[in-house]
């Protein structure tokens, strides 16, 4: 199976081989666009902490918190009676620690996102990584007081930054006890300009026919949480899960 995730196509051509990466810098700045190459997703069955519910769906929000849409998701999260994982920004988590304490009192999971979501230093190398994993690990301990095992990538596990890091980075995350997951499906919401209507089109594109999906978005874009009841409504059928150690990671394969 071949999957583009938070991506954009090049529309320059038919050839979704040939995809953008679109990097957000703190403050929700646009960065430059990070070009790679397609990649495969593994280690994509059913899982393993959710009994048999049938269509199952993990609902994940990064780069977060945000003060302007943060909340407007968690209003509607507690609205529907859903639970979502937050993959938390470490320096946003300083910077909003109240919002930090609600996901956890509201009953969500957290998920580590880096803390400086800077690609070129925490791509470097494996001890880059971690330290900074580790960093963002311990601000969010400080403001809740709770731990997480589950990471997810800036860009995603894939991207191209990590070509040459990637396997040593991959390995130093699992032995440090840590699991990281990527996405089957986006809203392709980390773009400029975002129109509501698409980013809908594109969740419901890419979940298709699935029957256990990891769901993209991000709870910085004003228009997903304008959305997001819409598409709680619309994928209704699914059984809503938090995405925890022991779930079978979906995970991008890298291309070597």
């Not at 995809?19 to 190459?37: I, K, R, T």
């Not at 320096?91 to 803390?115: C, K, M, Q, T, W």
């Not at 580790?134 to 070509?163: C, H, L, M, Q, W």
């Amino acid at each position: 199976m071949v999957f583009i995730g938070e991506a954009i196509s090049d529309s320059s051509n038919n050839d979704r081989t040939a995809v953008e990466v679109q990097q957000y810098a703190l403050g929700g700045a646009p960065a430059g666009p990070v070009s790679y190459a397609d990649v495969e997703l593994t280690n994509s069955g059913a899982p393993t902490d959710s009994g048999d519910f049938g269509k199952v769906m993990y609902l994940t929000f990064d780069d977060g918190p945000s003060p302007g849409v943060t909340p407007m998701v968690l209003d509607t999260l507690k609205e529907y009676g859903v639970k979502a994982t937050f993959f938390i920004v470490g320096a946003f988590a300083d910077r909003y620690p109240d919002l930090v304490l609600r996901i956890v009192n509201e009953g969500h999971a957290i998920g580590l996102h880096s803390y400086t979501h800077n690609y070129r230093e925490i791509y470097a190398s494996a001890d880059a990584f971690i330290d900074d994993l580790r960093r963002v690990d311990d601000a969010i301990y400080e403001i809740a007081g709770v731990r997480s095992r589950v990471v997810r990538f800036p860009g995603g596990s894939v991207n191209g930054y990590d070509k040459a890091t990637y396997d040593e980075i991959v390995e130093a995350v699992s032995e440090a006890g840590f699991v990281f997951f990527d996405w089957n499906a986006s809203l392709q919401d980390a773009v400029k300009n975002p129109v509501a209507s698409v980013l809908f089109n594109n969740a419901v594109t890419t979940v298709g026919d699935s029957d256990r999906v990891v769901l993209l978005a991000h709870d910085r874009i004003p228009q997903t949480a304008q959305l997001l009841g819409e598409l709680l409504d619309y994928f209704g059928d699914y059984h809503m899960e938090l995405l925890t150690p022991v779930v079978e990671p979906v995970q991008f394969k890298a291309q070597h």
